[in-house]
């Protein structure tokens, strides 16, 4: 008969050292590789938004006109995925308005950020109506008749076009004042305002000398 050996308490506790302290460096390992993976991402979504930026220019003023701008052009460099709101503008209407910037990064793990910005821009009309005249002067005989409209070529804006004549000052046209006196020999001024619908003003005049009416 085969006698049966007491285990030795020792002998046990040393086994169960080894399991506990294989299983405390399987722990450390994992925590090691979880922590890792973990910092690597964080490292990654941090560089990233380091390196996400817009750089705007100082070009946030345009001229009033007919054409449609772009504003990529108040964007010099950018690092990211851009996105604009409104991309394109009609410039035709004068005020100050804003429009939303964004960039988007994803990181090498596939995490997404956003950045937003918001930017004023502003429509200006800086040009005047343009007033032609066919002459600087005219003259005339006492007696004769006289339209002091006869000598504008013509009124124009750059956008709005040709203004109209209008008894009094009003956006989008012109008057003319006049203090020739047809029947009296003299030098007199005919003067012309031009207002744009934006109410950009412009001024010109021309002198009209009378002549006394010859003598038979």
Excluded: C, W
């Amino acid at each position: 008969l085969m006698r049966k050996t007491k285990p030795n308490p020792e002998t046990k506790k040393l086994h169960l050292n080894k399991v506990t302290r294989d299983l405390l460096i399987s722990f450390t390992v994992a925590s090691i590789i979880v922590g890792s993976y973990f910092g690597i991402r964080y490292y990654s979504y941090q560089n990233m938004i380091k390196y996400m930026n817009i750089t705007f220019n100082d070009k946030n003023i345009f001229e009033y006109s007919n054409e449609r701008i772009d504003l990529h052009s108040m964007v010099s460099d950018y690092n990211g995925t851009l996105s604009i709101d409104p991309t394109v503008i009609d410039a035709n209407k004068v005020g100050t308005y804003t429009a939303s910037f964004s960039i988007k990064g994803i990181d090498n793990y596939g995490a997404e950020k956003v950045k937003s910005y918001t930017k004023f821009y502003t429509i200006e009309d800086t040009k005047a109506p343009i007033i032609a005249l066919n002459a600087d002067s005219v003259t005339i005989t006492a007696g004769d008749g006289f339209d002091p409209v006869a000598n504008i070529a013509s009124v124009k804006d750059a956008v709005d076009g040709d203004l109209t004549k209008a008894e009094a000052k009003t956006n989008g046209s012109y008057t003319v004042t006049s203090n020739v006196d047809t029947n009296t020999a003299g030098n007199y001024t005919v003067a012309i305002e031009a207002i744009d619908k934006n109410g950009k003003v412009s001024t010109s005049e021309y002198a009209v000398t009378v002549n006394a009416k010859p003598t038979s």
